[in-house]
């Protein structure tokens, strides 16, 4: 299944990609007016580099989980497999 996956899956990701750089400059422009500040610029506040830095990290992250969740349960029920289906676990010992 993994290798019927990984077009939807790399198709997820690019939608994924874009969907959280909109969710960042929404959220961004809602914090400050200013766009967001690049760490070699020489008036960019250190604070205001690392917050958004971290805003941006976390809405992408964010938004890259969902999309994969979402992009397989897509497939899941499209296919009627799950795409990433875990290693069987080794059987429990007796406990006699």
């Known amino acids: 299944m993994k290798l019927l996956y990984k077009p939807f899956g790399i198709v997820a990701g690019i939608l994924g990609a874009r969907a959280g750089k909109q969710a960042f400059r929404a959220i961004w422009s809602r914090v400050s007016d200013e766009p967001k500040p690049k760490p070699g610029q020489p008036y960019a506040g250190f604070t205001q580099v690392v917050v958004s830095a971290a805003i941006e990290g976390a809405t992408l992250a964010a938004v890259a989980a969902a999309v994969k969740l979402l992009s397989a ?22 406990p006699a």
């Open 73 to 94: 349960r897509v497939f899941h029920h499209l296919i009627g497999a799950w795409p990433d289906k875990p290693a069987k676990s080794a059987p429990e010992p007796d």
